[in-house]
């Protein structure tokens, strides 16, 4: 290993040494709402946490979906001469994409793998993160260069979120991942079965449109823990595209309350494991309503 290598493996342990808890949310399968369950997990715990605790490393270097789904596209990473810091996002959340470093929405990143593990490597060891309660990795589809880029550099990974959505074509290829992370010792925190039925927003009757318990059955078949059903609902789609995660904004919703019980299973987890000492996040904050987050949405388009 080369001397530059080894100073930034160096950094790499250090800053990751300040993070409490690290969580990869892994799918194998494109399209299942991987990213969609990465950000309002960090949204459920930077609820429960002191501002600035939780943080979200968007690993999909070809796909970046994160600073979308938060409100922050047109942010940027700031530069001091101490280091790169994170963009911060509603609730103090702290976010390094690649989508940040990019001229335009439609520029595309066309590298191969080694320049991708490269890129993984500095954001985890040339950003300042700070100390953190989780950290969560948002990987792209598929079990290839960037999960594992990711596994190798943090061994010490707490565990794998699973998501899945009921059809048995995509249990055929998420299996995939599961195996994956069993064959790398990373623990399997458990499987989300997304898109779960069709909950009409005017009459609330179900409609199983991929079929049913896929998730569930995969999990007692591979030996690893469910977690629960996450419900179609337009609204999950109309929150998403407009930066406004939905476990804030429709938060009596069937979708919301099912993600807050798969969010409380996964705390559960951590907890199990010690040091998970998370504050009461102040009352104004955890509260922040719709119109709050269109307007600081807004605040950024007049201000990009």
């Known amino acids: 290993m080369s001397g530059v290598l080894q100073e930034q493996e160096k950094r790499l342990r250090e800053r990751m040494g300040r993070v409490k808890h690290k969580i ?3 799918s194998g ?14 949204v459920a715990f930077a609820k429960k946490s002191a501002p600035g605790k939780v943080g979200i490393l968007d690993a999909d270097i070809h796909g970046p979906c994160v600073p979308r789904m938060l409100g922050m596209k047109g942010d940027i990473l700031r530069i001091s001469p101490i280091g790169a810091f994170p963009a911060t996002g509603p609730l103090g959340i702290k ?3 690649i989508d940040f470093l990019l001229p335009s929405q439609e520029t595309p990143v066309i590298w191969r793998g080694p320049l991708k593990m490269s890129a993984i490597r500095q954001f985890l060891s040339d950003i300042t993160w700070g100390e953190l309660d989780l950290l969560l990795i948002d990987l792209p589809p598929g079990t290839g260069d960037e999960a594992l880029s990711v596994m190798q550099l943090l061994p010490e990974m707490d565990g794998v979120v699973i998501v899945t959505i009921p059809s048995e074509v995509s249990q055929d290829v998420v299996k995939k991942a599961v195996m994956f992370a069993k064959e790398l010792n990373i623990p399997v925190i458990g499987v989300v079965e997304n898109m779960s039925g069709l909950i009409c927003p005017n009459c609330g009757t179900r409609i199983d449109v991929f079929k049913k318990g896929g998730g569930e059955a995969m999990s007692r078949e591979l030996g690893v823990d469910f977690l629960g059903r996450i419900p179609l609902d337009p ?8 930066g406004m995660p939905f476990i804030m904004v429709q938060e009596d919703s069937p979708a919301a309350k099912s993600f807050a019980e798969i969010a409380e299973k996964i705390w559960g987890f951590l907890y199990e494991k010690g040091g998970f000492g998370m504050e009461a996040h ?3 904050v955890r509260n922040m309503d719709k119109n709050g987050l269109r307007r600081e949405a807004d605040n950024k388009e007049v201000n990009a």
């Open 24 to 26: 990869a949310v892994i």
């Open 29 to 42: 399968k494109g399209g299942v709402g991987k990213t969609m369950v990465t950000v309002n997990l960090a």
């Open 95 to 97: 976010v390094v994409s």
């Open 235 to 242: 609204r999950i789609c109309e929150a998403s595209d407009e």
């Open 282 to 284: 102040p009352e104004h």
